[in-house]
């Protein structure tokens, strides 16, 4: 399975990102370990991992600790190593959502094409409230990763946009 880990982080100065290799990690403490290194200073530690263009996992440290963990989809534990390494262990139910915020289906606005465009499939898992106070609600990841057509990168990009570091992560992606 091939995969695409960008960390991004945050200090006084602004946003820079980086491209992080998972090769060899053993558990998510040796991946956070990882983050940490690409900043130690880093006030907001972002690294978004998108793999096979079907499964997005977003970890999160603010100065390097309180490690939490969001991912699109529970199956990515069954589908990889590194899926099992980086979501195996969050719970089945998505956090950070009070009881009427559940997800709901977006429709396109077209009255003759009434189908959602989340996919039902999906299982996301960990903290979706992980960027709120950066200007992505919980409601707003999830939505993101349920649209139907939208590919890991896509929301990645829709994410770092908002943060204002979407140019260094797609430098990156062009390396």
């Not at 040796?30 to 991992?49: M, T």
Request: proline fraction near 3%.
């Amino acid at each position: 399975m091939s995969y695409f880990a960008a960390a991004v982080v945050r200090d006084d100065s602004g946003w820079t990102a980086a491209e992080v290799s998972l090769r060899g990690a053993t558990d998510i403490d040796e991946v956070a370990d990882r983050l940490r290194d690409v900043d130690q200073e880093a006030d907001v530690s972002l690294l978004f991992v998108e793999a096979d263009d079907a499964y997005l996992v977003i970890l999160r440290l603010d100065e390097g600790e309180d490690l939490r963990v969001f991912g699109s989809d529970s199956a990515y534990a069954e589908e990889s190593r590194l899926g099992q390494l980086l979501v195996g262990d969050l719970k089945t139910s998505v956090t950070g959502l009070d009881g009427d915020d559940e997800p709901r289906p977006v429709t396109s606005g077209d009255e003759e094409s009434e189908q959602p465009a989340v996919d039902p499939e999906a299982d996301p898992v960990g903290d979706a409230d992980l960027l709120a106070n950066l200007g992505i609600s919980a409601q707003k990841l999830l939505t993101l990763c349920g649209t139907e057509g939208m590919l890991p990168a896509d929301v990645t990009s829709e994410i770092c946009e908002v943060l204002g570091c979407a140019d260094e992560v797609e430098e990156l992606r062009e390396v």
